[in-house]
């Protein structure tokens, strides 16, 4: 009777050999077909503390999906299985001799988490969000005619303390970048979407245009 292989080994020929189990064989095929196993069976990587490792080590806020994570940090498929991987059998390994604070600290010690003028910007803008501060939003925009939906209202003051304590320890992650550097796109933590800023007469700006629009659908006008 064959011996049943371990999780660590079935990761290892799928990602090796993605075409004998998926049809096209691609990041999106290989990434869904381990996440149905998980669902499936109980697997090293079933529970919270893979997703939210992989965010950690890749300076990604821990709300997003492991699988969204890695493949924006790939160049392109093959490069993605790679990293799935590799990924996922550095967590397994790590996970036999290291408790579970340990492992986050880990991903935390070796996460690349450089922030450029971009990424400075865009928290200096979020904490001026948090209290309505119009001054300091005015200055960091686009120009959009209904920016003043960006400082009407605000949290009470022990709930702007409490967010922008959260804020500040949630990394931001610039996942694209124009030729030109001009612009950047960052994703992070309580934003649904990516984020872009633009480069105009030097200095970084943001762009609210989907903030806004999802204030006004909201109807916070």
Sequence with gaps: MDKEITFSEFIEHICKRPLMYCLGGTFNEVSAFIQGYCSAKETPISG???????CLKNSFPTNYIWTYVIKTCSKNDEDGIS???????????LSNRMNEE????????????KEGEPEKVFRKFENALLVGNKKIIQS???DND??????KGKYPDSVTEKL????ENQPIKRIKESENGKSVELVASGFPFTIELILKNNEWKVNADKIIKLRTENNCA
């Design 48 to 54: 919270t503390e893979f997703n939210r490792f992989v």
């Design 83 to 93: 990293n799935i991987k590799e990924t996922i059998l550095e967590f397994i390994e």
């Design 102 to 113: 340990e492992l986050f600290q880990f991903a935390v010690d070796n996460a690349n988490t």
């Design 140 to 142: 960091l925009i686009l």
């Design 146 to 151: 209904k920016a003043d939906l960006l400082w």
């Design 164 to 167: 922008n304590e959260l804020s």
